[in-house]
């Protein structure tokens, strides 16, 4: 029996002895990385905070105390003792653990998150609560160095810091370079300066120096700033000191014992606190370690090599097309710029970095800055592609509005992982880009129906003069190799891919696949379906619609995104400005809710944006005596 199997909650981790824990991080560590070879998910930030999650379990008393993982993909082990130990398996499975956490998984998810930087804003939140319901329970936050890069997060420390409300915050860096006086000095000073006994004659002092009359307060303001002096010359914290945090560290996150007299220390301290643990990525499991950027986010692997377990498909990802036609686009033209925050492998633009260095922009965890960033680029005559994920465009939407459309300036915004996504779940999920990205005023916007049309958009996005976007699902293309040279689509314009005569299948971006495999199957039933490939979603090729809609009275719209404000509401919206009736319009997407996590082809098909809900939707539009009359002309 292992300590692990022991183990269902936080109270029966703390019967355990210190010096058993080092053995279960690497029971821990075992079963992340099996189960994780399996489901895939985050596994290198995860190997990383694992003595990190036993020490503050082992210490705080979760749920009461409340724990929040910022982003949350380094929470694995705070699932595993946190009762999920039996369920870890299911991973990221539909109906099975999310990859992040959720208020609604588990009472020991304190908030839940996928996005990055959130923590320190949802913790003061719950501090603020927990003192005004006179809760005395803990608010610890683990933040990792890269969501640090995010304004956010200062702005939560701001607040903090400012009102003096009891927060730790766990600094979990594992890559930046933040903390280069790591070593013995620096974990001793902050155990040591941590102490209970310590802060109190601290307090007590400060007190003694500001009492003493005439001199006090000079006195006491010369004894802080030799204070402070000597632990900047010893640690990295002054930027945390200057948000009135009290700051420890850094300290070897990956010491465990190291970690519980540090955190049984700062337990007791009133006051805002800043923790600085350095750990290291894929920490245990040795190819995660020497490929912390591979196993940050990985698929089913083999355990003993590290290698990925292949599919069988050798079709390029739309994600590497788009990479590749970046750098034969930027070859021709010394306009072109690159932008991302913080994704350059996720959003293909790693070998367009490597052979465009001066034009490559990583401008970290922060989308906003990097839309504002990108407007001032294109103010100047540069071509800046912002390569941003549809769910992180999501928190750059004031500066959409204000700081690019309204002066429509050209940036181009190449949006990736538009639809259904996966197992990253409703955080990640692209579903509201067409509804958000129509709205706005001068902007444009496409999608592709394949990886042609893929480079053919992004050149048309280059030769225009204004915002545009174009978005692309998350995957393997259909196989389909680019023209050369690659030429632009004029704006607006669509393209009937099938003929037919009795429903109209109008379908964008990757949802035309979907309407030619439903028009088969109708084919079987006597109804003829024509489908068109419209393309854009603004501008609409109105007339076409229109005139299809006057010709063949019965539409079906199908799209991978939000029913509101989406494809088939500005088809509806335009056949009303025209005013064409006797039309009947279905429409096909995703409703009023949002869609777990789990295999993107089960969530199409539980959520009906697939072939067989087209061909139910069209079929319904015909009567029964209708249907027959079809069965019999089809046969004859």
């Avoid at 300590?3 to 824990?21: G, M, W």
């Avoid at 369920?87 to 908030?111: I, N, W």
């Avoid at 001793?188 to 400060?206: A, E, H, V, Y």
């Avoid at 007791?268 to 995660?288: F, N, Q, R």
Wanted: overall charge negative; aromatic content about 8%; some cysteine.
């Amino acid at each position: 029996m292992t300590i692990l199997d022991s183990i269902n909650s936080p109270s029966e981790l703390k019967l355990l002895a210190r010096k058993e824990l080092p053995m279960l991080a690497e029971e821990i560590r075992h079963l992340i990385v099996d189960v994780v070879s399996r489901t895939g998910g985050h596994l290198a930030s995860s190997l990383g905070a694992v003595e990190l999650a036993i020490a503050i379990h082992y210490i705080f008393d979760s749920p009461r105390d409340r724990i929040i993982w910022d982003v949350g993909h380094q929470a694995y082990a705070h699932k595993i003792l946190t009762g999920r130990k039996d369920r870890f398996p299911t991973l990221r499975q539909y109906e099975g653990l999310s990859g992040f956490t959720r208020l609604s998984e588990s009472p020991h998810d304190a908030f839940s998150t996928g996005h990055s930087s959130t923590s320190v804003s949802a913790g003061l939140g719950i501090a603020c609560a927990k003192r005004l319901r006179e809760d005395p329970g803990h608010v610890v936050v683990v933040i990792g160095d890269g969501s640090m890069t995010a304004g956010m997060a200062y702005e939560g420390l701001n607040q903090a810091g400012d009102i003096h409300k009891n927060l730790i915050v766990i600094l979990n860096d594992n890559d930046m370079s933040i903390a280069k006086n790591v070593g013995a000095l620096s974990s001793f000073l902050s155990r040591k300066l941590s102490t209970k006994k310590l802060q109190s004659l601290r307090k007590d002092f400060g007190e003694f120096l500001k009492s003493l009359p005439g001199i006090g307060d000079d006195v006491y303001q010369i004894a802080k700033r030799s204070e402070e002096s000597f632990k900047s010359f010893v640690t990295p914290g002054m930027l945390f000191e200057a948000f009135n945090f009290e700051y420890f560290g850094p300290i070897n996150g990956h010491n465990i014992k190291h970690l519980v007299d540090i955190l049984s220390n700062i337990i007791h301290v009133k006051e805002p606190v800043l923790l600085h643990v350095t750990t290291t990525k894929g920490k245990g499991y040795p190819p995660a370690e020497k490929n912390p950027v591979y196993f940050h986010g990985v698929g089913c692997f083999e355990v003993e090599t590290g290698a990925r377990v292949t599919t069988g498909c050798k079709v390029a990802t739309y994600t590497d097309v788009f990479g590749d036609t970046m750098i034969k686009l930027a070859e021709d033209d010394s306009r072109i710029v690159a932008v991302t925050a913080a994704m350059p492998e996720g959003t293909g633009l790693t070998r367009f970095a490597e052979k465009f260095p001066d034009r490559f922009f990583d401008v970290g965890i922060a989308e906003q800055h990097g839309v504002t960033f990108a407007a001032g680029l294109a103010a100047e005559g540069l071509k800046p592609v912002v390569a941003i994920y549809s769910t992180f465009l999501q928190r750059a939407y004031d500066q959409l509005i204000h700081d690019v459309c309204l002066e429509a300036l050209p940036v181009v915004f190449a949006v990736d992982r538009g639809g259904i996504v996966g197992e990253d779940g409703p955080t990640h999920h692209g579903l509201f880009d067409l509804s958000f990205l129509r709205s706005l005023p001068n902007m444009v916007v496409m999608a592709p129906k394949d990886e042609n049309e893929l480079c053919r958009m992004m050149k048309t996005a280059i030769c225009h003069d204004g915002p545009i976007a174009f978005r692309y699902p998350r995957g393997s293309g259909t196989g389909v190799e680019p023209d050369m040279p690659i030429l632009p689509i004029p704006i607006g314009e669509a393209e009937v891919v099938a003929d037919g005569r009795d429903v109209v299948l109008l379908a964008i971006g990757r949802s035309v696949h979907e309407a030619m495999a439903a028009r088969e199957q109708l084919d079987s039933f006597g109804i003829s379906a024509m489908v068109v490939n419209c393309r854009f979603v603004k501008p609409l090729d109105s007339d076409l619609i229109c005139r299809l809609a006057m010709e063949i009275p019965r539409v079906v719209t199908v799209e991978e995104n939000v029913l509101q404000g989406g494809f088939g509401s500005a088809v509806l919206e335009c056949l009303a400005d025209q005013a064409v009736t006797g039309c009947r319009v279905e429409r096909i997407g995703i409703g009023d809710a949002f869609i777990p996590h789990g295999p993107q082809r089960r969530l199409r098909s539980l959520y009906r944006v697939d072939a067989v809900a087209i061909v139910e939707t069209a079929r319904k539009m015909f009567d029964e005596r209708e249907k027959v009359e079809l069965m019999q002309k089809a046969h004859s």
